[in-house]
């Protein structure tokens, strides 16, 4: 099994300010299936980005994937009110899927 | 546009069985996999494993297998996720989602959730 490790588990920052949000996996996975995705309180997650640097529809270009191998970057260039949330990184080439443990933008 | 459709929340004791449901709309049910993921109270995202509509093709993440059924009914495109003992373990939020094109896909399309509380 894959396991992703997300840091920070908590990143408190102002809107305006830009994020880095990093996933790290404990093995090699090929930038095809991993994916990103962002959940509010009470409701379902949302994909973001799919194939690491890929915007899913819809998704504002402020959002952007990178990296390869065992180390992915989320970047949200400048926040918004509406981007404090959890965010999710996941992969989907091998089995079982696995999830990272999310991280948690905050306002500061 | 495409919606995936769950059943409403549920509370039942430890020891009773369940099974919820996920409605397609919109969308060619038997052509695209079907996931279901698990939220336990203020926790993570667990995938517990997919179908295929078309011909019934069920992975289950070895953490879940044996311990949940997955399954569907194509002539009402309806996704079904099934207990036959539930614990007080199994409290959580309970997903479907669409891989969007094959079964090596992110999750494009969720359904709104469904809560199930098990009190012992």
């Known amino acids: 099994e894959i396991v992703l490790t997300q840091s920070p588990g908590t990143l408190s920052l102002s809107p305006g300010e830009r994020a880095t949000l990093s996933c790290r996996a404990s093995?090699?996975?090929?930038?095809?299936?991993l994916a990103w995705y962002q959940q509010k309180p009470g409701q379902a997650p949302r994909l973001l980005i799919y194939?690491?640097?890929r915007r899913a529809t819809g998704i504002p270009d402020r959002f952007s994937g990178s990296g390869s191998g065992t180390d992915f970057t989320l970047t949200i260039s400048r926040l918004e009110p509406e981007d404090f949330a959890v965010y999710y990184c996941?992969?989907?080439?091998?089995?079982?899927?696995?999830f990272g443990q999310g991280t948690k933008v905050e306002i500061k | 546009e495409v919606q995936l459709v769950q059943s409403g929340a549920e509370v039942k004791k430890s020891g009773e069985s369940l099974k919820i449901s996920c409605k397609d709309s919109?969308?060619?049910?038997?052509?695209?996999?079907i996931a279901w993921v698990r939220q336990m109270p203020g926790k993570g995202l667990e995938w517990m494993g997919n179908?295929?509509?078309?011909?019934?093709?069920?992975r289950y993440s070895p953490s879940f297998q044996g311990q949940v059924t997955i399954s569907a009914d194509k002539s009402i495109s309806t996704a079904y996720l099934q207990w036959s003992s539930l614990k007080a373990s199994d409290t959580a939020m309970y997903y479907c989602?669409?891989?969007?094109?094959?079964?090596?896909?992110?999750?494009?399309?969720w359904g709104q959730g469904t809560m199930v509380t098990v009190s012992s």
């Open positions: 989602a669409r891989p969007s094109s094959g079964y090596d896909s992110a999750f494009d399309i």
């Open positions: 919109g969308y060619s049910f038997t052509s695209y996999w």
């Open positions: 179908i295929y509509p078309g011909d019934s093709d069920t």
């Open positions: 093995q090699s996975v090929s930038s095809r299936y």
């Open positions: 194939g690491a640097s």
């Open positions: 996941q992969q989907y080439g091998s089995s079982p899927r696995t």
